[in-house]
């Protein structure tokens, strides 16, 4: 009964998962870290593996390699998925990882997928254990290990950067789909024009999952056997939109979205917002980095610039998808069409550059509070000017450490005194009015 379960388990299984490599054999790509040879081949194949982060985007085989180092070592193998588990969960693990350790001398292989979704409180979970040896963490991520990680963590494990499959990988991937009479089509005698395999390769860019699920789709709604280029443009590209929202193309396409805004470009700023929409881009993500642009490329040039991207962030929250992407538009179209200073920025960045430089130096008497008589007899606010007791509340006095004296870190490049988005600008990316 447990064997026919199983079988049937088996035929519903989605092709990427029936056909998921078992063997360094059956897995191509990333020979940079898996090829023979290769340290982290070496320790799965030697069974002297240490903790390590896997990094790379969707579908080039993070999880596939947990899989292989299941199979392939003597250590207890434990998943766990940081996006849909806790801190309780983990310590349940723990515990068994702790008796397993302690009465039959075996170590716990701990599998976390997605661990950037666990904040940093929650990774330090882990650190004691690994430290001690009770696990060996194996990690996935999508993020960058250098923003999402802890530090503490992140310098007790080895990170390597898994590449989007290349060309040549995903097309073996593909020939042993059509193949394996076993877990692919082999039996069904499906095939594929070298044109069809072509286009879709080239539609996975480098993602083995986007490629077999595709195909499975390209197979499971067609009659056919044989497939040209012509039936993958009219199945598959009309039917799954491809977007990574969280590999490299993900930061690519924000990236772009950036730079169309910082270039005053409300045509390319449309283009890449319309992109990460299409895509399913979480808007949310879309309007925090609004936010953080009004105020290091537009700042003080126009103020109202991050009351706008604020009150598109808030709309976002109300409003939600799709009708959210209109608030979008127009915040993303303001925020292009603004006069540009990064002054306030450049001068948070110099400034800090000096405190690392200079290390905590000391306040001027004059501006400290003497709360008590002992500082004022020291010194304390003596000579103090009350700015609202001067014209104009300005006041000539040094507020900078002495060893400091005349820094300049504001330096804004123009004075835009006019609030609203200059007019030789709306003129020159004047989109057409809506009748």
């Keep these: 009964m447990n064997d026919l ?10 092709l990427a998962e029936r056909l998921r490599p078992r063997t360094f054999g059956e897995f191509f790509g990333q020979e940079e870290i898996v090829g023979k040879g290769k340290p982290l081949r070496k320790s799965i194949e030697t069974d002297t593996l240490h903790s390590v982060i896997l990094w790379g985007p969707p579908g080039t085989g993070k999880t596939t390699l947990a899989h292989i ?44 997928d997605e661990i950037h979704r666990f904040n940093k409180a929650q990774q330090d979970s882990f650190l004691p254990y690994v430290e001690k ?32 499959l290349a060309n040549d990988a995903l097309a073996k991937i593909l020939d042993r789909a059509l193949s394996d009479t076993e877990r692919g089509f082999g039996a069904s005698r499906i095939s594929l024009d070298e044109s069809a395999k072509n286009a879709l390769v080239g539609f996975a860019n480098g993602d083995a999952r986007l490629l077999l699920n595709a195909l499975e789709f390209l197979v499971r709604s067609s009659s ?26 993900h930061y690519n396409i924000i990236s772009a979205f950036i730079k169309s805004m910082r270039d005053s470009d409300p045509d390319g700023a449309l283009y890449w917002l319309a992109r990460m929409i299409e ?9 925090r980095r609004m936010i953080i642009f009004a105020s290091e490329d537009i700042s003080n040039a126009l103020p109202t610039a991050l009351v706008v991207a604020v009150s598109v962030a808030q709309a976002v929250e109300h409003v939600g998808m799709p009708e959210a992407g209109i608030n979008l538009a127009h915040g993303a179209t303001y925020l292009a069409l603004a006069p540009k200073s990064n002054a306030s920025y450049a001068g948070l960045l110099e400034a800090m550059s000096d405190v690392k430089e200079f290390g905590p130096l000391g306040v001027p008497l004059h501006l400290r509070n003497a709360v008590t008589k002992l500082m004022k007899d020291l010194g304390y606010h003596k000579g103090y000017k009350y700015a609202h007791n001067f014209p104009e509340a300005k006041v000539d006095q040094e507020h900078l450490p002495k060893e400091l004296k005349g820094r300049k870190y504001y330096q804004p490049k123009r004075q835009n005194k006019d609030p ?12 057409k009015d809506i009748k």
């Design 5 to 14: 379960f199983s079988e049937n388990t088996k035929e519903t299984e989605p």
């Design 69 to 112: 180092i299941a199979d392939h070592t003597q250590g207890f193998f434990q998943g766990f998925s940081a996006a849909t588990s806790g801190v309780a969960d983990l310590r349940k693990i723990i515990e068994s990882a702790e008796k397993r350790l302690k009465f039959e001398k075996r170590k716990t292989i701990l599998f976390v």
């Design 133 to 164: 040896g009770t696990i060996i963490l194996v990690g996935a991520t999508t993020e960058n290990p250098s923003f999402e990680i802890n530090s503490p963590l992140l310098s007790r494990s080895l990170v390597l950067v898994l590449q989007p």
């Design 224 to 249: 056919k056997k044989k497939f040209s280029k012509k039936d993958v443009g009219e199945t598959i590209q009309k039917n799954v939109i491809r977007y990574d929202k969280k590999g490299e193309e």
């Design 279 to 287: 895509g399913g881009e979480d808007p949310r993500f879309i309007a």
């Design 420 to 431: 609203e988005v200059p007019k030789p600008v709306l003129k020159t990316k004047r989109s």
